[in-house]
């Protein structure tokens, strides 16, 4: 479930049209590509494949900066470099996600109902890598509650997702249920019954 598929991809998988999308150096295929299949790595917990999406898109002479890909990307790259950073205990990922998680804070000061939200949630994931408990608990819950009131409700669903784990990590159970029943229920309503039924498999709640 990892790897972008459907009717949108013309030929047999994902890596076949990308290569002759970079064959035909077609960038503004290329940015929607990398986005999407960055995004999905990520939502199905494949985080080396979605550094690979976002260091392939930064490579581009022309990616969309500026735009809402290019900017959710930014995003997208701050969550993933605290999650390896978390997984592989390198100070680099850290870097590059503090780099990223700046670069939000001003997306967040021009744009604050779409990106206030997002701050939050890397703020939290920041908190969770640097043992800063109270701290993260609190973003997280904020997080929640202001992706819900500016009514993102796949932001929502990944906020609530983070949170399980984050409580899940330190062994509160009652908590990290929660969550996670919340954020099941919340990509059912998006639309998102795979990744629905990746988080039912997974983490059992």
Not at 35 to 46: H, K, S, T
Not at 87 to 108: Q, S, T
Not at 150 to 162: I, K, M, R, S, T
């Amino acid at each position: 479930p990892n790897l972008l598929d459907g009717d949108a991809i013309p030929v047999e998988n994902i890596d076949v049209w990308m290569a002759i999308a970079e064959g035909f150096k077609a960038e503004r295929l290329l940015c929607a590509m990398y986005y999407w299949q960055m995004l999905v790595a990520y939502m199905f917990d494949d985080i080396e494949l979605a550094i690979k999406m976002v260091e392939k898109y930064l490579d581009l002479k022309n990616p969309f900066e500026g735009l809402v890909v290019g900017s959710e990307i930014i995003f997208l790259y701050g969550l993933t470099s605290l999650a390896q950073a978390r997984k592989v205990k390198e100070d680099i990922w850290k870097r590059r996600g503090h780099e990223f998680m700046k670069k939000v804070k001003k997306l967040a000061k021009d744009y604050p109902s779409s990106y206030q939200h997002k701050l939050l949630l890397l703020e939290a994931e920041s908190a969770f890598n640097a043992g800063s408990k109270s701290i993260a608990s609190e973003k997280y819950e904020q997080a929640v509650a202001l992706s819900r009131n500016n009514e993102f409700v796949q932001d929502q669903a990944l906020c609530c997702e983070l949170a399980g784990k984050f409580y899940a990590e330190h062994d509160n159970k009652y908590k990290a249920s929660h969550y996670y029943g919340k954020a099941h229920e919340l990509y059912l309503e998006w639309g998102a019954k795979g990744k629905a039924d990746h988080l039912r498999e997974n983490y059992p709640f």
